[in-house]
Nanobody, 124 residues
Framework: QVQLVESGGGLVQAGGSLRLSCAASGRTFSSYTMGWFRQAPGKEREFVARTTWSDNTYYASSLKGRFTISRDNAKNTVYLQMNSLKPEDTAVYYC??????????????????WGQGTQVTVSS
């Protein structure tokens, strides 16, 4: 069992930056693929980025270049650095963990554990 707790969300002006953190419980964090998803009101949960146990990263094509995912296995934490934020980035951001490494990790079904989410609001 893995428990995930996100933090770092908030209100930011367009063009600003935020760094989200996701702290994971458990001793096997380093073996998990960690992902970030987001969900805006009335929309489906959308893939943002993921990093595998070997630090292989993958991004939603529309976000690559502005968002960066990273992990610190010593701290059992995964991060999402978000730069040049836009109002359309407004959403609840969720952290996820799973054992898979294939392209299924770009969908919610590729993960077994989820955090409670953290709200990011970008004002224009």
């Amino acid at each position: 069992q893995v428990q995930l707790v996100e933090s770092g969300g908030g209100l930011v002006q367009a063009g600003g930056s935020l760094r989200l953190s996701c702290a994971a419980s458990g001793r096997t964090f380093s073996s998990y693929t960690m992902g970030w998803f987001r969900q805006a009101p009335g929309k489906e949960r959308e893939f943002v980025a993921r990093t595998t146990w070997s630090d292989n990263t993958y991004y939603a094509s529309s976000l690559k270049g502005r968002f960066t995912i990273s992990r610190d296995n010593a701290k059992n934490t995964v991060y999402l650095q978000m730069n040049s934020l836009k109002p359309e980035d407004t959403a609840v951001y969720y952290c996820s963990a799973g054992r898979r490494t294939s392209l299924v990790t770009t969908t919610p079904s590729g993960y077994d554990y989820w955090g409670q989410g953290t709200q990011v609001t970008v004002s224009s």
